[in-house]
């Protein structure tokens, strides 16, 4: 054990002034270091343990500055230093470790902010239409952010997820849904990156449908408007009178059925005249899965009426290149003064497939590219009923020419 110096006062530790190591008494090894530079530091000189050799090994333990840490606080701190070594405990390696854990929870800090943009870049290349990854950015900005955007996301509770839901959950049911699921993927992707450990407060399954109604039971289901189908045949005719781009992409969607995406990334590539047959990849599907769509006679009568350039992509380009707007089509209806959606006629297809034809409901559906809800049923259904999806199309077309 170092001898145990004379004690100085505070005011004789203050002249203490010249560079070098001065031993302040009080506490066995506690020295005042003086720098070059003037300023002070607290020193104490200990043994801890042995090392590998069976040596003594020898410790300088900082305490801290001067006049920052006072002598009798540096003293104090310096017996707790002393208690901990004669417990076998190694201040300094103690402290690195402390040091480590502090830089290692630093690293898995991380906002909900910066969580949901991270989020958004990794995922938004997989997804079908860039317009989603600019409605995540702008539901969680609009409605998360403003209250748990700033918080690290290990410390979102339950509490901040209704805020942020309960003033929407009835009046925008449909809104607040897809914030709900928004903010429920982003807290699952923080745990799995180990920003955050415990139960999801945003998760909807055993969790927030107990505490809020369910979607169902408040949200004042809307209808695509429809065009009853005894209209259809005065309308098409109406239709092939209208000119531009516009007005064929919209007559060829109500004759295959499909949705106003589909028809406006259609390429020639994509249909097959001598098969009479267009092929829509997964990439371009809701669903995720290929679909071929029987062509009609009127259809293909369509496509061919079309002007085509040598080197052409696009079915149904728009005037200055590219795809249409997906309000091109809308944009005829209302020059027309119908009171429908493009969306519609999908809706007006079905009701005549069912109050006017004789054709199974599974026909139907898979010529709506609708995804199978019965899990027992999709796998055994395998075919696509192409046959009666062509004879299917053919009557439609042939409906749609009645005026």
């Not at 997906?326 to 944009?331: P, S, V």
Request: positive net charge; proline residues 5%; charged residues 30%.
């Amino acid at each position: 054990m170092p001898r145990l110096a004379k004690e100085l006062s505070a005011l004789a530790v203050k002249n203490l002034k010249k560079p070098g190591t001065y031993p302040v008494g009080g506490v066995p090894g506690l020295h005042l270091q003086v720098l070059p530079s003037g300023k002070q530091t607290w020193l104490l000189r200990a043994t801890v343990g042995t090392n590998a050799q069976g040596k003594q090994r020898r410790r300088e333990i900082g305490l801290g500055g001067h006049p920052e840490i006072s002598l009798a606080d540096a003293r104090e701190k310096a017996r707790e230093a002393r208690r901990k070594i004669v417990e076998g405990i190694d201040p300094v390696a103690e402290r690195r470790a402390s040091r480590a854990a502090l830089l290692a929870g630093r690293g898995a800090e991380i906002t909900f902010a910066v969580a949901a943009k991270q989020y958004i870049n990794d995922h938004s290349p997989s997804w079908r239409n860039d317009k989603h990854a600019q409605q995540w950015t702008n539901t969680l900005t609009k409605y998360a952010e403003p209250i748990i955007g700033k918080l690290q996301v290990r410390d979102i509770e339950v509490g901040h997820v209704l805020t942020i839901l309960k003033p929407i959950w009835t009046n925008k049911t449909e809104t607040a849904k897809r914030v709900q699921g928004r903010i429920e993927t982003i807290l699952d992707w923080a745990k799995a990156h180990g920003y955050r450990d415990g139960e999801n407060p945003a998760a909807w399954k055993g969790h927030l449908n107990k505490l809020l109604a369910a979607p169902a039971k408040v949200k004042k289901k809307k209808h695509f408007a429809a065009l009853p189908a005894i209209k259809v045949g005065a309308f098409m005719k109406q239709l092939r009178q209208q000119e531009g781009m516009g007005a064929r992409a919209l007559e060829f969607a109500i004759l295959t059925a499909v949705r106003s995406g589909e028809i406006r990334g259609v390429t020639w590539q994509e249909i097959d005249f001598k098969t009479k047959v267009w092929t829509i990849p997964e990439e371009r599907m809701k669903a995720g899965k290929e679909h071929r769509v029987p062509l009609s006679a009127r259809a293909l009568a369509v496509l061919k009426a079309l002007p085509r350039e040598e080197d052409a992509t696009l079915v149904f380009p728009a005037p200055r290149g590219g795809q249409l707007s997906d309000m091109t089509l809308t944009a005829v209806l209302r020059r027309m003064k119908i009171d429908a959606t493009v969306h519609g006629f999908r809706s007006t297809f079905r009701d005549w497939t069912a109050e006017e034809t004789n054709y199974p409901r599974d026909v139907a559906e898979m010529a709506l590219a609708h995804t199978i809800g019965d899990r027992v049923e999709a796998a055994y259904r395998r075919g696509d009923l192409m046959e009666k999806r062509t004879a299917l199309m053919a009557d439609w077309a042939h409906f749609c020419a009645r005026p």
